[in-house]
């Protein structure tokens, strides 16, 4: 059953991919949404009827590549939490698949969309069931092209083409980290397969509480006190707890990249540029959670390293943070979304930094429903209102699309977390564990993820009350064509919108509560001295209440700023132009790395081709051999004048020279 779930998207890429145009767009399009229905019903009842109680063993595909302690297969590792991001990952493609049907209907390329989308489904299936680091770096990599691939759909658009260039490099920044991550693991374990590298974790855990007595702080101290030097590179010694710290910020770096977290979160707002049902499948189940399950699955090591936690929620409150100030002021329906995204993963970040990896991946696995939801649900506007994405030019919607508009409050209410959604139970749970958390930034992760909870209700209602309520302000004649969506458009909506209200009732006992060890397994790993999925339950009322309380405020400012008081938002950007700027241009991260990197790259490389290249290498060599042997051959054509007595006086010159050199020979 596993491999048709793998195999299905890769099938329905290749025959959209090579027989797309032979059998149609219609067909290309139902045959890989079939595919893609199939796979996300496998993935549930793999999910609903998997005991993690009774392991299974891989299930080898083919052998890849063997050499010398190198021994890489093409294996598929099924537990708790690789079923869990099945589900995620072929329910949401699946409802993508579907939904673009409708959406792209008019777009004369659709054989290639739909093959580019099960091409990208198929390159995640591959990184979430790698039984080794191989694999799931091609999984990843595979991601990357993909996500190159939709993003640059409308190649003939330059500011898509850009955008597309953009992501791909700026994840390569994140992948070069991983990769050394992959090869710092494979020195210190000797394996890149996942069972013998976590047994190997095991071992240095013990060996670490030898070393250094029990209790979290004694382990870190065994750590550092270990002389076993098992790096040595550019002179530099490192022990194994040195090793395994680097090690785990690598694979942070990687994780950073693909999950757009501070720093290299640049090229997640300009996604935006490929097709809606893009943005959904990229930005809410599949390639930014990417580095949120890689940091899960390794969390053997990562509890080796209290420093590599303590970065991670350091990374991961920050991007909360960042991304929230700047969706406040957004204008971009879509942007909007892509910054809450953007800040929900810093969210997951900051729960697998203070060592609760499952309530990570509940969050995950929640907000993969509702943050689908808003951006179908924004296709869904921006379809009816003639592709115009600017809240300003909308408004006053509620009564022309109330389907849209319905499944948008639900999206809304579950991200905001409303009481009873999905949202409430995972996101109060991050916001909990990071206030019980006990490395040195957990109270930092608390404070910053409670602040942004605020401006997430703040932002979330400004593009509901912006894009549907008040006055139209979009032109008569596009209000004119204001019609609600085809159902095949409709349909994936309500899916998502019941699971957007369901998916956190339903399963939060299974995540995070009573029923967490016979749920998980050993999919996830905690040390013995990892009390916080325990600790979160006992918090205070005082606390559990905070972030109900900062979405019920950050909806009353809403309303009173863009309903009750509309005027407001105008004066306050006016009265704090400075902060409203900043804001508006993201902190100015891309003018500091254009500056820094982009320019200087430039520079760099022009002088090297005017300089190096052009004056020097060509200049010495080939251009100026060449540009020589034209100036003599110039000169020695003048000779040829076609006059008898040059050549006679010439032919006496010779001879002359001829007899003086013969002569003064002789003499010598």
Not at 83 to 112: C, E, Q
Not at 133 to 139: I, K
Not at 478 to 502: D, N, R, Y
Not at 538 to 563: K, W
Request: with cysteine; hydrophobic share 55%; charged share 10%.
């Amino acid at each position: 059953m596993y491999q048709i779930i793998v195999l299905l998207p890769l099938a329905g890429f290749l025959i959209a991919g090579l027989a797309g145009n032979t059998i149609g767009a219609k067909a290309s399009e139902y045959i890989t949404s079939s595919f893609l229905v199939v796979a996300a019903i496998l993935s549930w009842i793999g999910f609903l009827t998997f005991d993690a109680d009774e392991p299974m063993a891989p299930i080898t595909m083919l052998q890849w590549m063997q050499s010398g302690g190198l021994d890489v297969a093409w294996a598929l590792k099924i537990d708790r939490l690789t079923l869990v991001m099945l589900v995620v990952v072929n329910t949401v493609s699946a409802l993508v698949h579907i939904y673009s049907i409708g959406y792209m209907h008019h777009d004369p390329h659709r054989p290639r969309f739909f093959a580019y989308l099960s091409l990208f489904t198929f390159a995640m299936l591959m990184l979430v069931t790698a039984d080794n680091l191989v694999q799931m770096f091609f999984g990843w990599e595979g991601v990357g092209l993909a996500s190159y691939l939709l993003i640059g759909f409308w190649y003939k658009k330059p500011s898509a083409n850009a955008a597309a260039m953009k992501a791909f490099i700026v994840n390569r920044v994140g992948d070069f980290g991983f990769i050394l991550g992959i090869f710092g693991v494979f020195a210190i374990f000797q394996s890149v397969n996942l069972d013998t590298i976590f047994a190997g974790a095991a071992d240095v855990a013990s060996r670490m509480g030898e070393a250094g007595g029990e209790g979290a702080e004694a382990a870190a101290e065994g750590a550092a006190n270990m002389g076993d030097v098992v790096l040595n590179f550019a002179g530099y010694s490192l022990t194994m707890g040195g090793a395994i710290t680097c090690v785990c910020l690598l694979l942070l770096l990687g994780a950073m990249g693909k999950s757009a977290q501070l720093g290299l979160h640049t090229w997640l707002p300009d996604a935006m540029e490929g097709p809606t049902p893009v943005s959904a499948l990229i930005h809410a189940a599949t390639m930014v959670t990417a580095g949120v399950f890689m940091l899960a699955r390794m969390s053997p090591i990562f509890e080796l390293s209290h420093t590599a936690l303590t970065v991670v929620t350091f990374v991961g409150a920050s991007t909360a943070i960042f991304a929230a100030t700047v969706g406040l002021v957004q204008n971009d329906i879509k942007r909007v979304i892509a910054y809450s995204t953007c800040s929900q993963l810093g969210y997951m970040f900051v729960a697998l930094g203070v060592g609760a990896y499952s309530v990570a991946i509940f969050h995950l696995f929640t907000h993969a429903f509702f943050k689908a939801l808003l951006f179908l649900g924004a296709g869904s506007v921006i379809h009816a209102v003639s592709d115009e994405q600017d809240m300003r030019r909308m408004g006053g919607l509620r009564k022309h699309i109330p389907v849209t508009y319905w499944t948008m409050i639900i999206g809304t209410l579950a991200l905001t977390g409303f009481p009873f959604t999905a949202g409430y139970f995972s996101k109060d749970a991050v916001i909990e564990a990071a206030y019980v958390g006990h490395n040195a930034f957990a109270l930092y992760g608390w404070g910053l993820t409670v602040i942004a909870a605020l401006l997430t209700s703040f932002y979330s209602w400004r593009l509901i009350f912006l894009t549907f309520h008040g006055k139209p302000r979009a032109s008569a004649d596009v209000m004119h064509h204001v019609h609600e969506s085809p159902s095949v458009m409709i349909v994936p909506l309500f899916f998502l919108a019941a699971g957007a209200i369901l998916a956190g009732l339903l399963f939060e006992h299974e995540f995070v509560g009573d029923a967490y060890e016979h749920f998980w397994g050993a999919s996830l790993f905690t040390s013995a001295e990892n009390h916080v999925l325990h600790d979160l339950h006992e918090v205070a009322f005082g606390v559990a209440i905070i972030p109900t309380v900062m979405m019920a405020v950050g909806f009353a400012l809403a309303y009173y700023f863009y309903i009750a008081n509309p005027a407001m938002p105008k004066q306050l950007s006016q009265t704090h132009r400075g902060l409203y700027k900043f804001f508006l241009n993201k902190w100015y991260f891309d003018e500091l790395y254009d500056f820094l990197f982009v320019r200087s790259s430039k520079w760099i490389g022009r002088t090297l081709w005017k300089t190096g290249d052009g004056r020097i290498i060509d200049g010495l060599g080939p251009d100026g051999v060449s540009a020589r042997v034209i100036d003599v051959t110039n000169r020695v054509v003048k000779l040829q004048t076609g006059y008898l007595y040059h050549y006679a006086f010439a032919m006496l010159i010779g001879v002359a020279a001829l007899v003086t050199w013969m002569m003064i020979g002789g003499i010598s």
